[in-house]
């Protein structure tokens, strides 16, 4: 059985390697229950998140990730998410390899809204905003790099200083990065603005959107939390992960649903659609497009079989 720590999982998820395994295994067969999601209460301080997301391919793998969000570990120096994932054999039950949940996470996510913006954002986007400054904003530069010719990156966060280290750590790796402390200003410049908080307001603003501009939504992940206010999903096209993940727990979505903003219909593809071909991405070079994810087992799934046969030099099983 492999053990991959963070370190050994990061290697093995090159990001063209991986958004190329998600979309495939979008487009693909993948049995995919409800994932349970349980609140955990934490004295003194908001209630944490125990997630538990199963998915299988039969006579292939199965697979369980097990993540736990405690959104106020910031004061502990510690990352809000931490989890493990399970493989296993889809022929035998054998365990084949238990992989860092926390670093397979935060690289699915980020290749995923790399994915979508394959279809989403404009040919020619090169200005990136990341808002947030936690384990996915690294990430979600390096994978929207890979599908658009990003030549600025900004980011912001609450705190100015957090977000200056995720800008050092960017120039590091070669990327044009650098800290700002207008959000205003910067969305309105922004090709691709992608959010990966645990914010509860909105933060983006429809109004701030240009003509063109792809807004990418990816960190709240219950009906209680949001990114953008009810102005940014009324003005955007709308596409998301999957209609049921978004239907149960997207509040960035079931706010204005339930205050009569807009319909079901709204949703103009899920991501299986754009990878297949059944529905169209972005129509024109002026659309608005807004992505949101809650994110999805088979991302993992897909994620876990690519770390386990690149670390173990095995073969897709049949």
């Not at 990061?10 to 190329?20: E, M, R, V």
């Not at 295994?25 to 944490?48: L, Q, Y």
């Not at 297949?276 to 994110?295: H, M, N, P, Y």
Request: glycine share 8%.
């Amino acid at each position: 059985m492999l053990i991959l720590d963070r370190a050994a999982t990061a290697k093995s998820l090159a990001f063209p390697s991986l958004i190329d395994a998600v979309a495939h295994m979008f487009a693909g067969a993948c049995i995919m229950p409800v994932r349970h999601h349980h609140s955990v209460e934490v004295p003194g301080e908001r209630p944490a998140t125990l997630l538990l997301m199963p998915a299988w391919q039969p006579g292939r793998y199965i697979g369980v990730k097990l993540v736990s969000v405690f959104p106020d570990n910031h004061r502990r120096g510690l990352p809000a998410i931490h989890g493990s994932y399970l493989l296993s054999s889809g022929e035998t039950g054998e365990m084949l390899a238990v992989i860092d949940g926390g670093e397979l996470t935060a690289r699915r996510t980020a290749a995923t809204s790399a994915l979508a913006a394959r279809y989403l954002a404009r040919d020619d986007a090169s200005s990136l905003l990341v808002v947030g400054t936690g384990r996915l904003s690294l990430n979600l530069i390096e994978a929207h790099s890979h599908v658009r010719p990003i030549t600025s990156v900004l980011i912001w966060g609450r705190d100015i200083a957090k977000a200056q280290v995720v800008a050092a750590e960017a120039k590091a790796l070669g990327y044009p990065a650098e800290a700002v402390g207008d959000l205003e200003t910067a969305a309105r410049s922004a090709d691709i603005i992608s959010c990966a908080t645990l914010s509860t307001a909105p933060l983006i603003k429809g109004a701030w959107l240009k003509a063109g501009s792809h807004l990418d939504l990816v960190g709240a992940f219950n009906k209680d939390m949001r990114e953008s206010d009810d102005e940014a999903v009324q003005r955007a096209s709308l596409f998301v992960d999957t209609r049921a993940g978004a239907f149960a727990e997207a509040g960035d979505l079931l706010q204005p649903l339930a205050a009569g903003l807009i319909t079901r219909e709204d949703i103009a593809a899920e991501l299986t659609e754009l990878v297949t071909g059944a529905r169209a991405g972005r129509q024109s070079a002026d659309e608005i497009t807004l992505f949101k994810s809650v994110g999805a087992a088979l991302e993992d799934l897909a994620g876990a079989i690519l770390a386990y046969e690149t670390m173990s030099g095995g073969h897709a099983r049949t």
